[in-house]
């Protein structure tokens, strides 16, 4: 059973930086492309970034416009989230997601197999 554990959200100002990291139980480095999803209050969880299981391959929601910044290190089963300029409105839980389907991660339906519990990130103005 693949577990995903996020860390790393907090409280900044706008304008800073943070780095969310997700960690998985088992090894998922061979077969399994990750992703994040962040969800405000009072919105629809929506669609931040993806990346393969090699890394190769990313995807970006428009909104980051460059700001953010997915990797993973699957020598250590872990993906990263590095978060740059953030803004008020980035303000949410967080959440990462595997599945063996790259597609399945970015549309992160219910058919996507493994969803952590999530990280807050609170943006001050």
């Known amino acids: 059973q693949v577990q995903l554990v996020e860390s790393g959200g907090g409280l900044v100002q706008a304008g800073e930086s943070l780095r969310l990291s997700c960690a998985a139980s088992a090894r998922i480095s061979e077969r399994y492309a990750m992703g994040w999803f962040r969800q405000a209050p009072g919105k629809e969880r929506e669609f931040v970034a993806a990346i393969t299981v090699s890394g190769g391959g990313i995807s970006y929601a428009d909104f980051e416009k460059g700001r953010f910044t997915i990797s993973r290190d699957n020598s250590k089963n872990t993906m990263y989230l590095q978060m740059n300029n953030l803004k008020p409105e980035d303000t949410a839980v967080y959440y990462c997601?595997?599945?063996?389907?790259?597609?399945?991660?970015?549309?992160?339906?219910?058919?996507?197999?493994?969803w952590g519990q999530g990280t807050q990130v609170t943006v001050s103005s």
């Open positions: 997601n595997a599945d063996r389907s790259f597609e399945t991660v970015r549309l992160g339906g219910t058919q996507t197999e493994y």
